[in-house]
């Protein structure tokens, strides 16, 4: 054995990649001694490069991710991580009208607090988890290139005849005194394995039977598929490839699709709430509806809409063109479908309020010197009601409560609970008087107004909630998955199956490897060599 410019050469002339343990033609030991028992034939003792070259810092690196305990400790991450992100509903499961710091430590507590602080309120879209889920992609393709690469070299030119150390070195072997009739046992035994599907090769007498190999690459494959898998995961983060958005739409509001970057529209044109009626079902069911009250049974909720498309580019200040696509109804189950997103109907909100009437009256009289109507989504700041008398809207808190330190504040822009700080304006006080206005609560900063702001009247509308999706990574998804199934099929139904024969002087040498099911190879042998006269397979391990 010598070495050759990094090349290993063996005693039968066969040039080993540096760092080979077993001879990739006869098998014959060239590298670092071994146990004096069974080879570790799990990559044909062929070279791998994170256990030969440990240098530089791209080995360090290669090494570093081709390390099986390296990838599960990053799946035990990624694991604990995912539970860690189920303790608490995500950001996007929370009620829309609430501050997200509010509602963790509100519902939760101190623990809530932490939770958000932490960023665990948005785990599987944070930056850091992302970095797992590549580090663990770059794990399987470094660890299966690793050790994929070097198997197939040594399964490509593996030799037919091997090494008589190699032969007596396998878990399977046995060894025949040749006899008269040797040659015509061999041709039985050939014929017998040929006839369980082994592939024969053959070599000055000695042969080689293989079947079977294609289930090596199992693990490979499935590395493969779960490869495909995270890029989908991880396109995810691309814009424009997954939309998982909430549209609240109020009856006749025309909005803009989220995730369609404003190229389409939805007009709600009426929300349609139907009830189980007692009068309408037959009788078993009627009786089961009074129970529980007539009318208190939801039967189906559906959003009339109409589609848009806009036409033209979107321009500030200017209403964009927009024109008809399609009228649907979505229903629960019933989605609108356009080119690649849906809108599934998904929740309601009944009499939202949309406006409020004030009229601007004389304390003491009662005297009315006009009416203000608030739009409670797009309220304006002045309302000029004439001869002098103008309503100012100085603050307006659409869904109003008090902070911690006492102080008016809004939960969110949902109109839940409307209030406001007027200032109204009359020639007996130009400056104005402020009067703070809310629902069953009136509070005047400055004392005693002559002027108030009285209540008229509410106007409320539906509210319908469709969930907008768009998945442009299921192919992606899909693909992986089945890829990721053929290589469990292909590795687990399957094993790789070889048998050795070698004529060693007056003896035929005969050995034997799979890369599982051992009492399935030496049972399926053995049954062979007991009908042509060889001896049987020993597992040299018992």
């Not at 990739?24 to 080879?39: D, H, Y």
């Not at 090494?63 to 189920?86: C, Q």
Request: negative net charge.
């Amino acid at each position: 054995m010598e070495h050759v410019n990094e090349r290993v050469i063996c005693e039968c002339g066969h040039a080993n990649p540096h760092g080979t343990i077993l001879c990739g033609s006869c098998g014959k030991q060239v590298g670092e001694a071994l146990p004096e028992r069974s080879f570790d034939m799990r990559y044909e003792g062929s070279a791998r490069r994170s256990q030969t070259y440990k240098k530089t810092p791209p080995d360090m690196i290669w090494n570093f991710f081709s390390s099986v305990k390296v990838g599960i400790w990053i799946i035990a991450l990624i694991v604990i991580a995912s539970a860690m992100g189920t303790i608490f509903p995500q950001q996007m499961y929370i009620p829309q009208n609430v501050a997200p710091e509010d509602f963790y430590q509100d519902q939760y507590g101190f623990l809530g607090q932490i939770y958000y602080q932490l960023g665990f309120n948005n785990l599987y879209g944070s930056w850091w988890y992302f970095l797992l889920l590549a580090a663990l992609g770059i794990s399987l393709v470094i660890a299966s290139l690793d050790r994929v690469v070097p198997l197939y070299r040594a399964l490509k030119n593996q030799g037919v005849t091997r090494h008589e150390s190699f032969m007596r070195r396998q878990r399977l072997f046995s060894e025949t005194r040749v006899k008269e009739n040797t040659d015509e046992q061999l041709d039985v035994l050939i014929t017998k394995l040929k006839n369980k599907r082994y592939r024969i090769l053959e070599e000055n007498g000695n042969y080689l039977a293989e079947k079977n190999r294609f289930s090596r690459w199992g693990p490979y494959v499935n590395h493969t598929g779960l490869i495909i898998f995270l890029i989908g995961g991880m396109l995810r983060f691309i814009p424009g490839m997954y939309v998982d958005e909430m549209l609240w739409i109020r009856d006749g509001e025309t909005s803009v699709i989220p995730g369609t970057n404003g190229k389409y529209y939805l007009s709600s044109d009426k929300f349609i709430l139907e009830t189980y009626q007692i009068e309408q079902e037959d009788e078993v069911f009627a009786n089961a509806l009074s129970r529980v009250g007539d009318g208190n049974i939801v039967k189906n909720f559906q959003t009339n809409v109409t589609l848009y498309e806009r036409n033209g580019e979107i321009l500030p200040g200017i209403t964009p063109e927009l024109v008809k696509v399609k009228d649907y109804q979505i229903k629960v189950n019933q989605p609108l479908k356009h080119n690649s997103f849906a809108l599934y109907q998904t929740s309601y909100r009944l009499n939202e309020l949309n406006k409020m009437t004030f009229r601007l009256e004389d304390k003491e009289t009662e005297t009315s010197f006009g009416q203000i109507t608030i739009d409670l989504l797009n309220p304006e700041k002045n309302y000029d009601l004439g001869n002098e008398y103008k309503v100012e809207i100085l603050e307006y808190y659409p869904d109003f409560y008090f902070d911690r330190a006492g102080r008016p504040a809004t939960r969110s822009q949902v109109p839940d609970n409307p209030a406001f700080f007027f200032n109204m304006i009359s020639p007996e006080n130009p400056d104005g008087e402020t009067s703070f206005v809310a629902i069953r609560n009136t509070f005047e900063p400055n004392g005693d107004n002559q002027f108030q702001m009285k209540f008229e009247n509410v106007e409320t509308k539906n509210v319908s909630a469709l969930t907008v999706r768009k998945d442009n990574t299921l192919w992606f998804l899909g693909l992986g998955g089945a890829i990721f199934m053929i290589g469990v099929i292909q590795g687990m139904y399957w094993n790789h199956r070889r048998i050795w024969i070698r004529r060693s002087g007056d003896a035929i040498l005969i050995a034997g490897h799979t890369n599982k099911n051992w009492y399935g190879i030496g049972n399926e042998i053995n049954h062979i060599l007991k009908e042509t006269g060889f001896q049987e397979l020993t597992d040299q391990t018992g």
